[in-house]
């Protein structure tokens, strides 16, 4: 569904390219509609984040939805012109060839793609495939490498990373990545949030600070209720109240 843009932050589907999202607002020529569209790309992921709001039965049609592509091309094609696509999931990668033809029939010179991914498939001929289609990465990372895999499983940093590290070699300038924190403890002790410190660090030393590559956080509070905790994959003793300003994932 098209949103109308108010707020042009994470939640409407610019996630670390906030800055960018409110240069294209404010560019934008003041009778042009101001619209977003946020596109999911199939009901699968590789990933059962412990932080993640889609823990839920999965769908009786998790491959992407023809419904879907059929209407966007055609609402396109009477008219309808977003400023931005985002093109998320559960994680789009998994389905490459719905997300090529979904990221071709929405490209356009004057129009901003955005794909939102964990960067696991992000390699080969698919990344290669995607940089002519999509305009920057949002690539997930939560912490270094212990953190990070806490969060999203064993293993899945180093390979994330090392995808990141390649694309940003080829295509500077179009990568973001997005941490999100919260309100749990390590195996060691130590707050996950607090990991990002040295995350940004990591990114500092590899990347650089030009500005060629952007970091943003996204922050989950949690209440102290069987339900939201279960939700998040987070045992009991972790959750409480994140008390920083953030947008709150409502559990009752």
Same mark, same amino acid.
């Given at each position: 569904?098209?949103?109308?843009?108010g707020?042009?932050?994470?939640? *409407?589907?610019?996630?670390?390219?906030a800055?960018l999202?409110? &240069?294209?607002l404010t560019? #934008?020529?003041? &009778?042009?509609?101001?619209?977003?569209v946020?596109?999911?790309?199939?009901? *699968?992921? %590789?990933?059962?984040?412990?932080?993640?709001?889609?823990?839920? %039965?999965?769908? %009786?049609?998790?491959?992407?939805? &023809?419904?879907?592509?059929t209407?966007i *091309?055609?609402?396109?094609?009477r008219?309808? =012109?977003?400023?931005?696509?985002?093109? #998320?999931?559960?994680?789009?990668?998994i389905?490459?060839?719905?997300?090529?033809?979904? #990221?071709?029939?929405?490209?356009?010179?004057?129009?901003?793609?955005i794909?939102? @991914?964990? +960067?696991l498939?992000?390699?080969?001929?698919?990344a !290669?495939?995607?940089?002519?289609?999509?305009?920057?990465?949002?690539?997930?990372? =939560?912490?270094? &490498?212990?953190a990070?895999?806490?969060?999203?499983?064993?293993?899945?940093?180093?390979?994330?990373?090392?995808?990141?590290? #390649?694309?940003?070699?080829?295509?500077?300038?179009r990568? $973001?990545?997005?941490?999100?924190?919260?309100?749990?403890?390590?195996?060691?002790?130590? =707050? %996950?949030?607090? =990991?990002?410190v040295?995350?940004?660090?990591?990114?500092?030393?590899?990347? $650089?600070?030009?500005g !060629?590559?952007?970091?943003?956080?996204?922050?989950?509070?949690? *209440?102290?209720?069987?339900?939201?905790?279960?939700?998040?994959?987070i045992?009991?003793?972790?959750? +409480? @109240?994140? !008390?920083?300003p953030?947008?709150p994932?409502g559990?009752?």
């Amino acid at each position: 569904m098209p949103v109308r843009t108010g707020n042009f932050m994470g939640q *409407v589907g610019f996630g670390s390219f906030a800055a960018l999202g409110l &240069e294209t607002l404010t560019s #934008a020529p003041p &009778e042009r509609e101001k619209y977003y569209v946020a596109l999911e790309v199939g009901e *699968v992921c %590789q990933l059962k984040c412990k932080h993640c709001i889609y823990h839920r %039965q999965k769908a %009786q049609s998790p491959a992407p939805s &023809e419904v879907v592509f059929t209407n966007i *091309v055609s609402a396109m094609a009477r008219g309808f =012109d977003p400023i931005w696509v985002s093109l #998320a999931g559960k994680e789009p990668t998994i389905f490459p060839r719905a997300l090529l033809e979904l #990221a071709s029939a929405t490209r356009r010179p004057e129009r901003l793609n955005i794909l939102m @991914t964990n +960067g696991l498939r992000l390699n080969g001929g698919l990344a !290669r495939q995607l940089s002519e289609l999509i305009d920057n990465f949002d690539i997930s990372l =939560d912490g270094e &490498e212990g953190a990070h895999d806490w969060m999203r499983g064993r293993g899945s940093f180093r390979k994330t990373w090392n995808n990141l590290s #390649a694309l940003h070699e080829r295509y500077p300038n179009r990568i $973001g990545i997005i941490a999100t924190a919260v309100h749990g403890s390590l195996p060691d002790g130590r =707050d %996950q949030h607090s =990991d990002i410190v040295a995350l940004a660090r990591r990114l500092r030393d590899r990347f $650089g600070t030009d500005g !060629r590559l952007s970091l943003s956080l996204s922050l989950i509070t949690t *209440v102290q209720t069987t339900r939201c905790c279960s939700m998040l994959m987070i045992s009991s003793p972790s959750c +409480g @109240t994140y !008390r920083i300003p953030a947008f709150p994932l409502g559990c009752s």
